[in-house]
């Protein structure tokens, strides 16, 4: 019960303190108002894990108690993969918010490059996709 919660805590944290660095750095109104929007989608996303989290068993002790009669649980599966695919189009959002203004700035195209992988790293973290595949696979 504990582990999503907390995944859902540190991933929002996290998501958060990349988009306030965002709105520190960058000026432009239409580029903030992007920002907000991506956060409010991170905040509906910690919701919906917490939600999930709580109201996949039904009581909600039968998650970690499975000898109480009556109870049962939906399907985790799809409640993960919904969330975790969200969290990857957040996480291409962040990464690709700031690469209009990159590459409109006037410096040699071999620095634009560079700053747009610096900034892309985290996208090599291929443990979601990994994990959304053998989920699909799963379901399928």
């Not at 960058?26 to 919701?47: D, I």
């Not at 068993?57 to 919904?82: E, M, Q």
């Not at 969330?83 to 957040?90: A, E, K, R, Y």
Request: charge should be positive; glycine fraction near 6%; hydrophobic fraction near 55%.
């Amino acid at each position: 019960m504990a582990a999503p919660i907390l995944w859902g805590v540190t991933t929002c944290v996290i998501k958060f303190s990349v988009l306030t660095f965002y709105l520190d750095i960058f000026e432009n109104r239409l580029f903030k108002r992007c920002v907000y929007v991506v956060m409010v989608v991170t905040a509906l996303l910690f919701c919906a894990v917490i939600l999930g989290t709580c109201l996949l068993c039904t009581p909600f002790r039968y998650a970690w108690d499975k000898t109480i009669v009556g109870g049962h649980c939906a399907d985790s599966t799809k409640n993960y993969l919904a969330v975790g695919i969200v969290n990857m189009i957040i996480d291409f959002a962040i990464v690709g918010l700031p690469m209009p203004i990159l590459w409109g700035l006037q410096m040699p195209t071999n620095k634009k490059i560079a700053i747009s992988t610096i900034l892309a790293l985290g996208l090599l973290y291929v443990r979601d996709l990994h994990h959304l595949y053998n989920i699909t696979d799963n379901l399928l």
